[in-house]
């Protein structure tokens, strides 16, 4: 069996872009689980919240 | 290069999530389930006494952190007129500031609320593995898991153990100042400390290198918000320095487990390809 690998060479601006799509989706999920105030957020994430240390009540 | 980051961090951070939820169970739990117990304790002894004195203090901030609570150990009187080192802040707030408002859902204890903590410690893990491989990927060198480590070490110091230096992990019931402050100087503490490192670990010339030490510091020189009366209501000093400890290690097995998957899952081909 013949396995082609395509090695397609990244620039940088392709993995600032990526890099950069990572970061603010990381950053809303964190915002939700770790800062949002929505009280059912609040709640549901509260211990977790604890643990790690955010800033909670 | 976007599936890739999103494979790792996926898989990293769910699996994180789980192992520091496990973690959790051994110490940081059990403590928060104590803590609540003197929470609700102090609840029920500050509605009797708003039932009992001025209704203008009923709701919102107390005026001042001390008096208006029973202590059982009696730091009360005793520290209420010592200076403190941090006592920069807004010194109105007191435990009373919880709005716990009884109406809003909660998940029952036992098996949902611990599914919901699972849930959180997912979103947790992928949100911050996301973090994590996005500067992977922009050093753009090739990793290996060993690397991997580090850089969850270097993420443990940037968002667990150098915001705890000035803002210590809380138990519920702690008294502290107000939310929104605390949580725009965890965020430039956090924010600060990762550039930081980057720049002391990646810049070169020492100028990079004092830029990514000035943006360390300037959070902890500017001080993090605080109150006059640090732990007030009836939440004992041991309990909320054994949920420090036990809060920043279980952080520390976190960041570890994290760095050392992301580092692994982002092995599998050289960065340089797609």
């Not at chain 2, 051994?26 to 117990?37: F, N, Q, R, S």
């Not at chain 2, 009187?77 to 909660?106: F, P, R």
């Not at chain 2, 270097?154 to 949580?183: D, I, K, T």
């Not at chain 2, 605080?226 to 097995?253: C, D, M, N, Q």
Request: aromatic letters at 8%.
């Amino acid at each position: 069996m013949t396995t082609a690998t395509k090695t397609v060479s990244l620039g940088i601006s392709q993995r600032i872009a990526a890099a950069a799509v990572a970061m603010v989706l990381g950053g809303v999920l964190l915002y939700g689980a770790g800062f949002a105030s929505a009280n059912t957020l609040h709640n549901a994430a509260h211990d977790g919240r604890h643990a790690f240390a955010f800033p909670c009540h | 290069m976007i599936q890739r980051i999103l494979f790792a961090a996926i898989f990293a951070g769910v699996l994180g999530g789980v192992f520091v939820s496990a973690a959790q169970h051994l110490k940081v739990t059990p403590l928060i389930l104590e803590a609540e117990t003197y929470e609700e304790m102090d609840a029920a002894t500050t509605a009797s006494q708003t039932l009992a004195t001025a209704p203008e203090t009923a709701s919102g901030t107390l005026a001042t952190a001390a008096p208006d609570h029973d202590h059982a150990h009696d730091h009360a009187g005793a520290t209420a007129n010592t200076t403190h080192d941090h006592d920069h802040g807004d010194a109105t707030t007191t435990a009373s500031d919880h709005h716990h408002d009884e109406n809003a859902w909660a998940p029952q204890d036992g098996f949902e609320r611990i599914s919901y903590t699972l849930l959180a410690n997912i979103v947790i893990g992928v949100g911050y593995a996301l973090l994590l491989c996005a500067g992977i990927v922009l050093r753009g060198k090739d990793i290996t898991i060993r690397q991997g480590l580090m850089w969850g070490v270097c993420g443990f110091l940037a968002f667990s153990l150098l915001p705890s230096l000035g803002l210590p992990p809380e138990l519920p019931g702690s008294v502290s100042a107000p939310l929104e402050a605390r949580q725009i100087w965890w965020l430039s503490a956090a924010i600060g400390g990762a550039a930081g490192l980057a720049l002391i670990a990646f810049g070169r010339g020492w100028i990079y290198k004092l830029v990514g030490l000035v943006a360390i510091v300037t959070p902890h020189l500017y001080g993090a918000p605080h109150v006059a009366e640090a732990l007030g209501g009836s939440l004992p000093a041991e309990l909320a320095a054994e949920f420090a400890i036990a809060s920043i290690i279980t952080s520390a097995g976190f960041w570890l487990v994290l760095g050392g998957l992301s580092g692994a899952f982002l092995a599998r081909k050289p960065l340089s390809q797609a």
